[in-house]
């Protein structure tokens, strides 16, 4: 029986393109001055300096935020430059630059499933700010009510089996009865090594590999009679 919903965003609950084509580009072309104008902002030194222990030399503040624009055209999965990130698009959504991408299929689905008593998770490799930031801030209002909790990267990286061992852990429930959903097949192999129930979303026509999951073209085709 599922007791609770793990899911990722890009590509799930969300459109890879809001990602890589709306909030990449925004905070790649602000990163430089943001870092500049909060360089001496307590939880912003905090996030630079994590970013000079990972590249193991002093760094000036510019030379900083070229590493991580860097990292960004790299698509790093480095928590500081994560975090940072989720700094910048906190002023794209207040400004009303954009609204965070939410699947129609995924809002109606997840308030069903709450409504059921399952409890619904986030493991993203954007920061927890983030997620919180595109969930409260989408055309169908803020969503973030309907979620108990929220990880990433910090918990540990996406595609190893330790880090849904943990997010179980957190949880407080038995993997086998925790679902997670997600297009990246390295993810779900990951969750399912670790004893989750997995889904794997196909949206849009997008190549989804060999068939060692269940599929699903959208929230409305997922099975949770598991």
């Not at 890009?10 to 990163?31: H, N, Q």
């Amino acid at each position: 029986m599922i007791r609770a919903i793990l899911t990722d965003i890009e590509g799930t609950t969300s459109s890879i393109s809001f990602v890589k084509d709306k909030l990449f580009p925004y905070s790649r072309a602000r990163m430089m001055d943001f870092v500049i104008r909060h360089a001496e902002d307590p939880d912003v030194v905090k996030l630079l300096d994590e970013v000079r222990a990972l590249c193991g030399k002093e760094l000036s503040t510019a030379q900083v935020a070229e590493r991580l624009l860097h990292w960004i055209d790299e698509d790093r999965k480095s928590a500081p430059l994560k975090a940072l990130q989720g700094m910048i698009w906190e002023e794209g959504y207040r400004n009303g630059d954009f609204c965070g991408h939410i699947y129609e299929d995924a809002v109606r689905k997840l308030k069903e499933w709450k409504a059921q008593g399952i409890d619904l998770y986030v493991f993203s490799s954007g920061s927890v700010h983030a997620q919180k930031l595109l969930f409260g801030h989408t055309e169908y209002g803020d969503l973030t009510p309907l979620f108990s909790g929220y990880f990433d990267t910090r918990t540990g990286a996406k595609q190893e089996a330790d880090s849904y061992r943990e997010i179980a852990r957190r949880i407080g429930l038995p993997p086998v009865s925790i679902l997670f959903l997600s297009d990246t097949l390295g993810e779900l192999d990951a969750a399912r090594s670790a004893g989750f129930l997995t889904c794997q979303l196909v949206r849009e026509g997008a190549d989804s590999g060999p068939a060692v999951h269940d599929r699903a073209a959208d929230f409305d085709a997922i099975n949770t009679s598991l």
